[in-house]
């Protein structure tokens, strides 16, 4: 029998054992060296050979990934640990570090109950690194810490035993004041949740040497760091993996430390799912029963040229077999699952039966997306993921041949329902596909997989940056009326607390919430009482407030106001760009007796029109889209790389020496950044290495602002008059 085989009937015999099942995602910001620690665990549990791990990079399965040298797709594999005495099944996902692809690590986190935090020895904590941690405890994760290439600071920084230590000493202490800051406000955490040496929640070592330590593997092997210092300054990198293989530290740390879904399941549910917690299905779901009712988060959809579309996520309770019937939240009927299985990486196993507590992958599942709910019974579904960053940038894309427009329109909607953070726009009106992504990386590998594996030959415009629209002061009343002149409506608009907007985003307040948890969720973010009770709608990040008293027919014609709110707030009246942060209140209406004169046709351009009047009232302005930059490089080049920022209308925030290079901090505009890379590169003879950051919007400028509407304007075949109204530029 095959060595794989042996290990998925073994992971089989596993499964029904929760205590001993550890879900966990290995999470870091770029080039830290995930990918090349999950070979290694591989390795460890004989799944690739021990020769090869390190540079296999097994778990970056598309060949785009292999040729970049990043993980694009979070991948899952499963795996067996002894861990004293006792045979362990880990459901492992590799996710993506670089910032154009954390709605992989966002989703990754919903199926799993622990997070390996990696960060590497000389860069210490990076941006990406505050990012994954604070995605993790959002879910309700458990962090711990490894820190890699440790052997960068013996061979290349020639740091000794003292100095190490405080680095080592110095990077812990940065990831715990992020885990304190973090987990200050949940209350659902028993226990402190930092990383300490002492309690073996962290690990050192070098994923590429495949060693590794911790204070109980120490204690077990009789080895300190003397001894490793020692044995790596002679190069004697071979025994020193023998003396303390890498995979043994990790694997016994997730087996000690992590969760098991027994554990972790009561505290999660409650935080990702509100539905009835009183319920027999609550109680199923916290005491991960396998014969209760099947309940399955889908939280990755992968398309497989064989089996077709996979549907990857965490089973909370019941148990998935080929054969059920399932209903998925959104959707009408039932779906039939066709095979069961679990991921070794690029390959897929079948099994007969997934239960409980375990991460499954499954076909038949059409109608699922990334973020739906399956179960063998109608409920209320999870919680949807809420990602932290929206697209900021867009490009169009054409079918070359005119034949291929229907495949391509197919392939570019499977996209948008395997990755949730692409906005596809198929414009009826100019023929054109847009997609948003996150950033310039994201939308080049999604066209260059069109391209090569869907065969379909495209072309694909130059980068559009998304801009958005808010008003910078509070309008005075204003008056929208209906094209028969019998119904009117008066509304203002003011700019909304930053913290509103925050709270929002992080999906915090929602209209899908109970209105009491609204009502404190919104006054914790300073919303004052009286405002918070009257809240009608929230649209993307506008709230609509209804302080009118008494008003006949408006409950009815409430839906109607919505609509035209709602239209109105997605094409702003300056250059039909999304408007964000903006208060709006409804003040009073006047409405017609018969309902023949008060339906769609009246209401919704009246309410249209007065959304527009009250933000040209309250001065609303473009906002661009910003990032922040932050840039490694030699002294001697320092120069040249804040004027790389500087020449783009950014800022530089500071500027300071980390090891033998100077770090250079600050932020631009997302539309200036295009073409960065290959600037940065000549202007420092390609010895810089950077990472952006997506940093929000800001309004821009005044004396762009006039130039920059025309434009976005004249790409959108919109009239190039403001109206009258707008002065102030």
């Not at 290995?26 to 999950?38: F, M, Y």
């Not at 309690?199 to 330590?213: E, I, R």
């Not at 392939?411 to 950033?439: F, M, R």
């Not at 000549?682 to 940093?695: C, D, F, H, M």
Request: glycine content about 8%.
């Amino acid at each position: 029998m095959g060595r794989r085989k042996k290990i998925v009937q073994e992971c089989e015999r596993l499964m029904d054992n929760p205590e001993h099942i550890r879900n966990i995602a290995i999470a870091a910001h770029v080039d830290h060296g995930k990918t090349t620690l999950s070979d290694n665990l591989l390795a460890g549990a004989g799944m690739i050979s021990e020769d090869t791990a390190g540079e296999q990079l097994a778990m970056d399965t598309k060949e785009d990934e292999q040729e970049r040298g990043i993980t694009i797709d979070a991948a899952n594999v499963s795996m067996t640990h002894e861990y004293e005495d006792t045979n362990h099944l880990i459901n492992l996902i590799d996710t993506p570090g670089h910032v154009d692809f954390g709605g992989d690590v966002t989703r990754a986190m919903r199926a799993v109950d622990g997070a390996l935090v990696v960060v590497d020895a000389v860069e210490g904590a990076m941006p990406q690194t505050e990012t994954v941690l604070r995605q993790a405890l959002r879910e309700g994760v458990k962090p711990t810490l490894f820190i890699n290439k440790v052997d960068r600071l013996i061979s290349e920084l020639q740091e000794g035993p003292q100095e190490m230590q405080e680095r080592l000493m110095s990077v812990i202490a940065d990831v715990n004041e992020l885990i304190r800051g973090m987990a200050e406000n949940m209350d659902d955490i028993p226990e402190d949740w930092t990383v300490s040496v002492e309690d073996g929640t962290v690990g050192f070592g070098s994923a590429l040497y495949k060693w590794g330590v911790s204070m109980p593997s120490m204690q077990r092997t009789g080895m300190d760091f003397g001894d490793i210092m020692e044995l790596e300054q002679n190069d004697k990198r071979e025994e020193l993996h023998e003396r303390t293989p890498l995979s043994n530290v990790v694997l016994d740390m997730v087996c000690e430390h992590f969760p098991n879904p027994v554990d972790a399941q009561p505290r999660r549910v409650p935080r990702i799912w509100r539905g009835d917690a009183d319920s027999e299905l609550a109680d199923t779901m916290r005491m991960v029963d396998e014969d209760g009712e099947v309940v399955f988060m889908v939280t990755d959809i992968s398309m497989d040229p064989h089996a077709g579309e996979i549907a990857t996520g965490r089973v909370f309770s019941g148990t998935l077999e080929k054969g059920q019937e399932l209903y998925v939240s959104g959707t009408a009927g039932k779906n039939r699952i066709q095979s069961v299985g679990l991921f070794m990486g690029s390959e897929r196993e079948e099994v007969d039966r997934v239960p409980a507590g375990n991460i499954a992958s499954v076909t038949g599942l059409r109608d699922a997306i990334a973020g739906s709910t399956v179960s063998s019974v109608e409920m209320t579904p999870f919680e949807s993921i809420e990602h932290i960053s929206e697209p900021v940038i867009t490009k169009s894309v054409e079918a070359q041949n005119m034949d291929d427009l229907p495949k391509l329109i197919e392939t570019l909607q499977q996209v948008a329902k395997e990755d949730p953070t692409i906005q596809i726009e198929i414009n009826e009106d100019t023929g054109e596909h847009l997609i948003s992504g996150q950033g310039e990386l994201h939308l080049e590998v999604i066209t260059q997989r069109i391209r090569d594996n869907q065969g379909i030959p495209v072309i694909t415009g130059e980068p559009i940056v998304v801009f958005r629209e808010q008003p910078q002061e509070a309008s005075r009343e204003v008056e929208g009326q209906s094209p028969n002149r019998h119904n009117k409506f008066y509304l203002t608009v003011e700019p909304m607390a930053q913290e509103i907007v925050d709270a929002i985003q992080l999906g915090e307040v929602s209209m899908d919430m109970p209105e009491l948890e609204r009502r404190e969720a919104l006054q914790d973010a300073g919303m004052d009482k009286d405002t918070s009770q009257n809240v009608e709608d929230i649209h993307r990040t506008n709230i609509l407030i209804d302080d009118t008293k008494g008003i006949q027919h408006l409950n009815e014609t409430m839906e109607l106001v919505l609509e035209g709110l709602q239209e109105a707030l997605d094409d702003g009246p300056l250059a039909a760009e999304p408007v964000q942060g903006s208060l709006f209140r409804l003040h009073d209406a006047k409405l017609h007796e018969d309902t023949i004169h008060r339906g769609p046709a009246q209401v919704i351009p009246a309410v249209r029109d007065a959304v527009h009047r009250s933000l040209i009232d309250g001065e609303v302005r473009l906002l661009e889209p910003i990032q922040d930059v932050r840039i490694d490089v030699p002294s001697e080049h320092m120069g040249a790389a804040s004027g790389e920022i500087q020449g783009r209308r950014g800022r530089v925030d500071d500027m300071y020496q980390e090891g033998d290079l100077m770090v250079v901090e600050g932020i631009a505009p997302v539309e200036e950044m295009i073409g960065f890379s290959s600037d940065i590169r000549s202007a420092t003879e390609g010895r810089a290495s950077w990472n952006t950051e997506n940093a929000g919007f800001r309004v821009l400028v005044d004396n762009l602002q006039r130039e920059k509407i025309m434009e976005i304007r004249e790409r959108k075949g919109m009239k190039l008059e403001l109206p009258q109204s707008i002065d102030y530029f």
